[in-house]
Nanobody
Framework: QVQLVESGGGLVQPGGSLRLSCAASGSIRSIGAMGWYRQAPGKQRELVARVTSGGSTNYADSVKGRFTISRDNAKNTVYLQMNSLKPEDTAVYFC????????????WGQGTQVTVSS
């Protein structure tokens, strides 16, 4: 059984930093793209950042220059370094991975809360 486990969320003051991690475990044969999404109360889930298997990245305009996504293929882990956090970054953050197990499909983490408040 495949699991994606996130960590690193919490409460931080505006201007602060957090680093999210998401590690995949189970009978994984290969990993494609990895990404982070977020969902604020009353809003739709949105893409924050994504990194392909080749290392190409893309970001939502709202986080460009502040957030950095990276991956460690040896550890089946994706990271999101979040700097200069703003109150509007408050949301539940979810990781997503495209995994080859028996078939290729998308997997989601359980979500981790990030709250930016003074």
């Amino acid at each position: 059984q495949v699991q994606l486990v996130e960590s690193g969320g919490g409460l931080v003051q505006p201007g602060g930093s957090l680093r999210l991690s998401c590690a995949a475990s189970g009978s994984i044969r290969s990993i494609g793209a990895m990404g982070w999404y977020r969902q604020a109360p009353g809003k739709q889930r949105e893409l924050v950042a994504r990194v392909t298997s080749g290392g190409s990245t893309n970001y939502a305009d709202s986080v460009k220059g502040r957030f950095t996504i990276s991956r460690d293929n040896a550890k089946n882990t994706v990271y999101l370094q979040m700097n200069s956090l703003k109150p509007e970054d408050t949301a539940v953050y979810f990781c997503q991975m495209l995994l080859l197990v028996d078939t290729v499909r998308l997997y989601w983490g359980q979500g981790t809360q990030v709250t930016v408040s003074s």
